[in-house]
C-alpha cells in the first residue's frame, strides 16, 4: 500500500508573530545601521516562493524586514526542537522533509497570499561563493504548477559589507513562472528539476555579484560548471 505523505501543520500565532517581527525589526535595525534593498516592488502580492543565498545567521531576520508579512520558512528539522522549536514555529517555520505533502500545504498558504523562503544551499556558507543549490525549491514549484497552483520563484541576494559591518544590501530578481517548464517536468522529472535549480541557482548568483560579490562574478563571467564552484572555492 502507497504510504501517503504527512500532512504540514501551520502553527504560525498571530500574537507571536508579531511579538517576534517586533523584535526582529528592533534587533536588525540595533545591530545594522542601514539596510539597503533593491527591487522591492517584484515582490507578488500574492504567494511566492523565495530563494537567497545564505552566507549569515542574520539571512532570515534580514528576509522578514524585506518582505514584510507573515511567511513561512523551510528549515532543517534540528532547528525546531525544543523551546526555540516552539518560538520559530510560531512564525512560520516548517520542517524541509521530502516526504511531506508539500502541496497541499501551498495550497493553504497560496490561499492566504503568504509566500515560502527558502535557502536553497542548506546551510551557511561563508567562503564568499554561493554554493550549489539543492532542488527542494524547483522541485516544490513544479509539483505545485503539475497540480494546478502556479506559484512564481523570486530569486533574492543578500550582502554584507566586508569594510562596514553595520552595512547590508538586498537585491530582488524578476519573478520565475515555472509554468512553461511544465511539459518538461512531466516527461522527464528529474532532468526539469535539475535545470531549474541550476537557473535559480544562477540568477541568484547574478544578483549577488551586482553586490559585489567577486567571487560570484568571476564564476558567472567564466561560466565554470555549477557543481564545480564549491570545489574552487577550496583551491
Known sequence: MKRRNASIVDRKSKLVHFVLNLINTVSVYDHFCRLDIKGRERLPQG??????????????????QVIQRQANYM??????????GILIRGIGAFPADPRADIVSFMRVQAAKNEPIVIFPEG????DGYTHPFKKGAARIALMCANEGLNVPIVPMAIEYSKTSPEFVSVRIGDPIDVSERLDAFRT???QAMKNLTTQLHREVCHLHAELGSIKDRNAVLEGRPIRSWAHHAAL
Open 188 to 190: 522527464e522529472p528529474s
Open 75 to 84: 528549515v532543517s528539522p534540528n532547528e525546531l526542537r525544543g523551546l526555540q
Open 47 to 64: 504567494s511566492y516562493i523565495l530563494v537567497a543565498n545564505h552566507t549569515a545567521r542574520w539571512d532570515g531576520p534580514i528576509v522578514q
Open 123 to 126: 546551510d551557511v556558507y561563508r
